[in-house]
């Protein structure tokens, strides 16, 4: 006897179930999944928030992180090494760092990718959200601890530190997010790169020339208020623009 | 998931491993209950995991009758008014009762249910070699018994 013809007899020889019986239990299994299935508003309410970020970190590409991770080490090893006065030339990397952050943010809506993600649980402006939030906390915390790193190893002010890195982050984030919302901005993602390479050149021009020097605490920090407010305010813009597109 | 593609799988694999149609479809119904009110997450091979205790608590709780009464069922075959197809299908049950567990198990899996090797490998943990191997020995061994009770197909 072959293989083939054993594993006929063994199929013909089977009994089959009664058709009866089988579609009943059928018919009552598929009614009792469509009763426990989830609806769409009982999914987005058992999504929290930590599982969305959760989500969202996912999407983000491993390069964003290590290019953060990077750019920390390089900035905490120039600083300490080189001294205080190299903070204001090794903080251009901060542009760099929101441009790519930026491009990260976009890059779901760009693409139309958000559909795909997350939106099948909660809402498009919240996968965006979420997506900005968690890149947002991630530069936030690589400039703490930055600035504490400084500050404990070089005994450089903290605050005056992190206010230096922030403020070019801002800037490039919030003429990222204007850049954008334009037609050439949505096709181009390296806008933001380009964007970000604008933000260094200006940075170091207005250093060179000594037009504006920042010094203590003070003005760093109402110019970091000031920019905050205008990024709420874009974020604002960017998110209600999800809404003018589904209507 | 395919309840109606599953249903048939399962039932032939309760159906070979308890030899009776009524309790083969009752296990049946069951494990697909315990899988679906189990995690949703669940592969579906573990259909078969439920499917294989539920089969084992099933004999604990009542002994097959051809384990039992093979003996005597066969040595009255004759004289019962059975068809044809009937004797056949108590020779494999038979011969299938004869086995070792593990090589009734992947013969199931692999000639009734057409069961992927892969599939096979992580339900039973066995490497791709060890299952191949089992298939064939377990093959040999059924057909060696089938033709010891005179199976004629």
Not at chain 1, 206 to 223: K, N
Request: hydrophobic letters at 45%; glycine letters at 6%; charged letters at 25%.
């Amino acid at each position: 006897m072959k293989d083939k013809e054993l594993r006929m007899i063994l199929k013909n020889e089977c009994e089959e179930p009664d058709p009866v019986s089988k579609d009943s239990f059928i018919r009552k299994v598929n009614g009792m999944q469509s009763e426990q299935s989830l609806s769409p508003i009982q999914s987005a309410r058992s999504m929290n928030p930590v599982r969305v970020l959760a989500i969202e970190m996912h999407y983000i590409r491993k390069r964003v992180w290590v290019f953060s991770i990077l750019a920390i080490a390089i900035m905490v090893t120039a600083v300490s090494r080189l001294g205080e006065d190299m903070i204001l030339h090794i903080s251009d990397m901060m542009p760099l760092l929101a441009g790519l952050g930026m491009i990260e943010v976009m890059r779901a809506r760009m693409h139309d990718m958000s559909e795909l993600e997350a939106v099948t649980l909660i809402s498009a402006k919240g996968a965006l959200f979420a997506r900005m939030t968690v890149i947002g906390f991630g530069h936030l915390l690589a400039v703490a601890v930055t600035s504490a790193v400084l500050a404990g190893f070089g005994g450089y002010a903290a605050p005056e530190t992190g206010l230096k890195l922030i403020i070019p982050y801002l800037i490039t984030t919030i003429i990222c997010m204007e850049v954008e919302r334009t037609g050439f901005g949505r096709e181009n993602t390296w806008s933001c790169m380009a964007v970000a390479v604008l933000v260094i050149v200006i940075r170091e021009i207005i250093y060179s020339t000594g037009i504006v020097i920042l010094s203590g605490v003070a003005l760093p920090a109402l110019i970091a208020a000031a920019l905050v407010a205008l990024q709420a305010a874009e974020l604002k813009k960017t998110i209600r623009l999800e809404e003018y597109a589904w209507n | 998931m395919d309840i109606e593609l599953f249903y048939d799988k399962i039932f032939r694999y309760c159906y070979y491993r308890i030899g009776d149609k009524a309790t083969a479809e009752d296990l049946t119904q069951e494990t697909f209950l315990r899988f679906l009110n189990a995690d949703s997450r669940m592969p579906e091979r573990y259909l078969y995991t439920i499917a294989k205790n539920l089969c084992i608590d099933e004999y604990r709780k009542t002994r097959p009758i051809l384990t039992d009464e093979t003996g005597d069922e066969s040595s009255e075959l004759p004289g019962v008014d059975v068809t044809e197809s009937l004797v056949d299908r108590m020779t494999i049950l038979n011969a299938m009762e004869q086995m070792p567990e593990e090589e009734r198990e992947v013969l199931i899996l692999r000639y009734v249910n057409d069961e992927p090797v892969s599939a096979i490998c992580a339900l039973t943990g066995l490497s791709r070699f060890a299952v191949y191997r089992r298939c064939r020995d377990a093959a040999a061994r059924l057909k060696e018994l089938l033709g010891k009770e005179n199976y004629e197909g």
